[in-house]
């Protein structure tokens, strides 16, 4: 099992590197970080949010779904569209016990890379856009936190600071 960090960790802030030798040990990362979402509840985890600054991350919808293989992994992702907009309730698992109404494209064509490296796009709607959109803000340093309305995140953020 890998530890999540939580807010306020500095690391959370940092802008990830790309991924560029896709061996034996970025698949063991992309294992582990399997296992411990799984082990957490969670339905998307991103490399920084466990103290690797890499630009990766996975999704598994299994759990909210419980329809087809909803399992991704993200290897240098790349969001080139976003159209409509839409609202869901999101959490964090590096924000446990927070979860707030978020803003975002509903729908999005992502180019990524998979673990072996062979380039790929998908167009993602719904939860799977939202969990991808999520998740890439992660990459680059920021929170579902950094995305609310003024009050709001001052109002979450206060409390979080006040256990
Ligand atoms: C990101 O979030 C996400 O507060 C993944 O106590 C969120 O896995 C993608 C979690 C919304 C799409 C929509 C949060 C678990 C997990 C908590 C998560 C908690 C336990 C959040
Ligand atoms: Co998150």
Known sequence: MLEVLTYPDPRLKRVSTPVDRFDESLHRL??????????SGGIGLAAPQVGIPRRCFIVDLELQEGM???RFE???PRITSGR?????DE?????PGVTIPVRRFQEITVSYQDRNGTARSLVARDLLSVA????SDHLDGIL???RL???KRLLVTRRLKRG
């Not at 992309?30 to 082990?39: G, K, P, V």
């Not at 409509?84 to 869901?88: A, D, E, P, Q």
């Not at 959490?91 to 924000?95: E, M, Q, Y």
């Open 149 to 151: 309305p003024f009050w």
């Open 132 to 135: 991808i959109q999520h998740e």
């Open 91 to 95: 959490g964090c698992l590096s924000v």
């Open 144 to 146: 579902f936190l950094d």
């Open 68 to 70: 087809r293989a909803r």
């Open 30 to 39: 992309l294992d582990e970080m399997a296992e411990t979402m799984r082990a």
């Open 74 to 76: 993200f290897l240098n």
């Open 84 to 88: 409509g907009i839409t609202t869901f």
